[in-house]
Every structure is written in structure tokens, then in C-alpha cells.
């Protein structure tokens, strides 16, 4: 079955929401004709727009059997548990589904196929199980500082805080440049990333030491595919203590070109209590960890509005742009050529 066949019921029971069912939003979004259905008990009977303010009608039902009414061919589990690990009670509905003869995507850490119950129930029914976050071998390598043989252009996105837009806004820029005609390609870097785009390497699985070498190598196959830029998606934050060790292994690992810094306004605070760094400080910060080896600059910032409504996102835009310099956007809502035309034009007068 390709990835154009397949039919997604995603699992976000209690989760369902624009913050906190961040792999189930980004299907919805990028995958919109594949994905059938969401399972919330919770929210049964709202629409996903009803829910995250897009989506259309895509339905959200009690259980998964009312979702296969749907006839999916995968579950896609569309949230992340604190640390990433299976809850003991998801078991019996992961049996269900593997009996159901579904597929399953996971982005759990929890190694769900190197369970000896749920990889003998999917040899049994002929289905297989796909976990992102499963490192294969040959991306455990440490880096060989590969950014000096690029010819291609490496764009990074980078943020004020975790699970901000980062994705999101460097997908939106990428999808820009392709419909301008450039050899454009994106690199996912977590589960939901990996999703959409189909490969990627999610580096918060990876030994510390070889965070910076697994990314290199997905860059080096790109540039070896010919695309002119390459964008990253970032991960966690440098002023995040708990997600800081992915972000550093991405900035040295991808050495960008440019960087794009994204921001929610409505967050004042991580989950640490920690206040969200000045914009314009963090973007210096940024920028000095890489002209370390070699020029670059964040060319814009990437907004996150959500509990804003339009006027008031364009306000704040207006007014980050006034305090930074940078042209500011919420790419999502607004569309991204703000962000794409600075970013070519940095790059194009280097």
C-alpha cells in the first residue's frame, strides 16, 4: 500500500486540541485527504473544525469502534503521553486495532513493533507497525562537519519555547518555494514531521553525541537529490532546560544558512516557569552560536496565534516587527511570503 492509499484514523482520546494534540493537527493539516477520522471520547460528535478552527468536517468519534466505521487502514496515534511512553491502559486498545487489521504509526517512544505482544498479534493479522522514532543503525554517526562541501542553502527553524509552530511555519515557507518553482525539500525531525514528509529522523531519540551527525547525513542525501534549499524542522528550544540538548544538536548539525525564529505572544511562561526570552536577545544568541563557523541570520518571526483572532495576530505582527526589524506573520493563517521573500532575499545577497 503506498502512502497515497492509505486511509488514517487518528487516537486522541482526551488530547484533542491546537496545542495538545500536535501529530493529530499536523495530519490534519498536511494530510488532509488521508486522514478519516478522530477518535475522542471526549469531543464525540464535534468536527475538527468545531475543535482546532480548521479541519473542516472531519468527524470525531467515542471509540475505535466507531471509527472503523470509517473503513481506515491505519491508526495513527495523533498524541504524546508525558515522555513519550505507552500508558498501560492504551494497551488493550492497540490490540484492538492490530486485530481490527490496522496498521499502526507511532511516534511514542515506546518502541511499540519491539513489543513481543504486539508484534506477534501483527504477524497474526498481517499488518505492520511503523514507530518513527525507531533510529536505524547507520544514523548513529557523529558529525563530520559536512556544511563545508554544501552548495545548497540550509534554513532552520528555531523558537522561544517548545511545540510553538516550528514545523509548521518552516512547512509553510518550504511549500512556497515549490510553488515558485525552486528545488525546495524538508527534512522532519520528529514524529510528526516524519509523517508528513514521509522520511526524516527524529532526533529526540538519539544519542546525545550523534544528534548532529543523524541530521547531517538527511541533509547530505538531499543536497545529493539536487535541491537548492533545505529546510529543517527544529526541535525544543535553547532556553527550554528540559529540550535544549535537540536544539543545540540541530543548530550544529545543519550550521544554517538562515534561521527563521518562531514565537507564540499568548505564552508568557515554558513549562518550567521559566519567562520567554526577548525576542530580539534570542535572536542574537542564535546567530552567534552559528557565526561561530559562519554568517547567517534569523531573517523573520514565525507566529503563533492561537487565542488570537486575526486583527489582533496582525497587530502584534505589526508590533514584533516594529521592536525586531524582522518581518513577523502567523504563516498558517496568513500565508508565509512575508517570511519567504526576506529569507530569499538574505540568501540571495550572500
Known sequence: MTMDQRRILI?????????KSKTANGAIVYLPQRVVAVIDSTKAGMTAQQV?????????????????????????????????????DWRETIKQTLRARLHILSGLHTILSEDAEFSQLARECEVGITDYRKIPPESEVVTRGAFREWKSKIILTVG???????????????KDLQRRGLKSDFIG????GILIQG????????????????VE????????????????EGQGALTHIGYSGVTMGLIHGTLPDAMIL??????I?????????????????????VKFFKETKVVGIGINSVGLTDAESQEIAEKITRETGLPAVDAFRFGPHKLTEALLQYLHSQ
Open 189 to 192: 525531525t520528529g514524529q510528526t
Open 160 to 174: 522561544t519555547d517548545c511545540n510553538i509552530g516550528k514545523m509548521t511555519t518552516i512547512l509553510e515557507v518550504h
Open 262 to 267: 518562531c514565537h507564540q505572544p499568548t505564552r
Open 52 to 88: 482546532l478552527g480548521y479541519g473542516g468536517d472531519l468527524p470525531v468519534v467515542r471509540n475505535l469502534e466507531e471509527g472503523l466505521k470509517f473503513n481506515p487502514t491505519h491508526l495513527l496515534i495523533g498524541i504524546a503521553p508525558a515522555g513519550g511512553r505507552l500508558p498501560e
Open 217 to 232: 547525513l538527511e541533509i547530505d542525501r538531499s543536497v545529493k537529490e539536487g535541491y537548492d534549499y533545505i529546510f529543517v
Open 11 to 19: 487516537l486522541a482520546e482526551g488530547k484533542f486540541s491546537p496545542l
Open 199 to 214: 522520511r526524516g529522523i527524529a532526533v529526540d531519540s538519539i544519542i546525545s553525541d550523534y544528534i548532529a551527525g543523524s
Open 269 to 289: 511562561r515554558d513549562d518550567y516557569g521559566s519567562t520567554l526570552p526577548d525576542l530580539r536577545r534570542i535572536a542574537r544568541i542564535h546567530e552567534d552560536l
